[in-house]
């Protein structure tokens, strides 16, 4: 599997922390996620800031999965990515409005880039957490990635185990990964 360079990623989050501006901040994760996801094998970048038409709900990052057996095989072919890159977790609110975006596509998966997490703690379930939680009795699932996760992956089977772990952790436990 390719490997990841930890100078790109920690570039790309320098350019985050160093950004006047929350729109300048998104840009600089959403980069990163798009290399980050565009590397694993089977998975390229189809669509960025991509608004539906009636220009109600913007799409951060699209991705189609080949499924490729070295990549994200038992995933669907289009992955929505959602970055946020806040100096705190992100809260109830736009969790509601991501899985709202997920559902309004018929998908049953998607993927946050939370640099500090969501609100609540999966312990309590409360907050963020619960939304998430909730979003199982529809059949969709959502999963967390953190800037702490992203700065200790090296290689994109590190990213792709990561999602599969997340995935089997909120579908047997109820809750995203603490």
């Known amino acids: 599997m390719p490997a990841f360079s930890t100078a790109v990623i920690q570039g790309y989050l320098a350019a985050g922390d160093a950004a006047a501006t929350m729109p300048a901040k998104g840009k600089a994760l959403e980069e990163l996620a798009c290399y980050l996801f565009g590397l694993i094998p089977g998975v390229s970048i189809t669509e960025r800031n991509a608004m539906n038409s009636f220009d109600t709900e913007e799409i951060d990052v699209a991705c189609w999965n080949e499924q490729d057996p070295a990549g994200l095989k038992s995933f669907n072919a289009l992955i ?31 993927i946050l880039l939370a640099v500090n997490g969501v ?60």
Not at 122 to 143: F, T, W
């Open 80 to 110: 929505l990515v959602e970055c946020k890159n806040w100096s705190k977790a992100v809260g109830s609110q736009e969790v509601s409005w991501f899985l709202t975006k997920i559902e309004h596509r018929s998908l049953d998966f998607g």
């Open 119 to 178: 609100t609540g703690d999966a312990n309590d379930g409360k907050q963020a957490h619960h939304l998430i939680s909730m979003a199982l009795l529809k059949k969709v699932r959502l999963i967390v990635i953190t800037r702490s996760e992203i700065e200790q992956l090296t290689h994109t089977d590190e990213l792709v185990t990561l999602i599969r772990k997340k995935v089997c952790q909120l579908v047997v436990s109820g809750t995203v990964w603490p």
